[in-house]
């Protein structure tokens, strides 16, 4: 597709269960983003992927958090035993990796989930 | 530690006259920063970028300033009109990555 795509669009799961959260970022973009808004929040930074360099995991809140990057392409972010305080918009963004640096990070529409 | 601020949450203005969002950073690292504006159930869309080795970048009727010594900059909406209602974030990145670091957002409502 043209844009980054994230699915599902939205997400109810009972507290304590798994969720998957998944991103196809723009063809040929070697950067990948996740980021979280929580309500009235601004945006969270959580992982950023760069082509086949390790992961910048510095902002997942813990350890229930994880993500990976299949093949340089498609991201799935994994939450497990979800918490009420996990509800929120995940968003996932792509960029290219250009020099001098011009290129900006394109968002999906996000997954909005809720945790009851 | 928030390395990139937005300190006005919200901002109403009248149609027609100039807005003015500001941002401010901590890490002298940063060398990039760039303008997305955010409707309701939609991501962030890019707006306007601009490197360190500038301080002025204009695009249209948005034009975002940077004050390296200040760490310091802000976007100019002149003339505002009721379709730039949205949340506007800014972001900085630098210190060898392209990792982006996101201010709080802050809401601005155009009023005709």
């Known amino acids: 597709g043209a844009g980054v795509s994230q699915s599902p669009s939205n997400k109810v799961t009972e507290k304590g269960k798994d969720v998957e959260l998944r991103c196809d970022p723009i063809?040929?973009?070697?950067?990948l983003y996740w980021y979280r808004q929580s309500l009235g929040q601004g945006l969270e930074f959580l992982i950023y992927?760069?082509?086949?360099?390790?992961?910048?995991k510095s902002g997942l809140p813990s350890d229930r958090f994880s993500a990976e990057r299949t093949g340089g392409s498609v991201s799935t972010l994994t939450i497990q035993r979800t918490q009420q305080e996990d509800s929120a918009v995940y968003l996932c963004?792509?960029?290219?990796?250009?020099?001098?640096?011009?290129?900006?990070?394109?968002f999906g529409q996000g997954t909005r989930l809720t945790v009851v | 530690d928030q390395q990139v601020k937005q300190n006005s949450p919200s901002l109403s203005v009248q149609e027609g006259r100039i807005s003015i969002l500001n941002c401010d950073y901590t890490?002298?690292?940063?060398?990039?920063f760039l303008w997305y504006k955010k409707y309701p159930a939609e991501g962030p869309t890019f707006l306007i970028s601009?490197?360190?080795?500038?301080d002025k970048n204009e695009d249209g009727r948005f034009t975002v300033f940077l004050n390296k010594s200040a760490k310091h900059l802000s976007l100019h909406i002149v003339p505002s009109q009721p379709g730039d209602s949205a949340v506007y974030f800014c972001?900085?990145?630098?210190?060898?990555?392209?990792?982006?670091?996101f201010g709080t957002g802050t809401r601005l409502k155009v009023l005709a």
């Open positions: 601009i490197s360190s080795i500038k």
């Open positions: 063809s040929g973009h070697t950067a």
């Open positions: 963004a792509s960029s290219l990796r250009q020099y001098p640096r011009s290129a900006e990070a394109f």
């Open positions: 972001a900085a990145s630098g210190s060898g990555t392209y990792k982006y670091i």
């Open positions: 890490n002298s690292m940063f060398d990039y």
């Open positions: 992927f760069q082509g086949n360099s390790a992961p910048d």
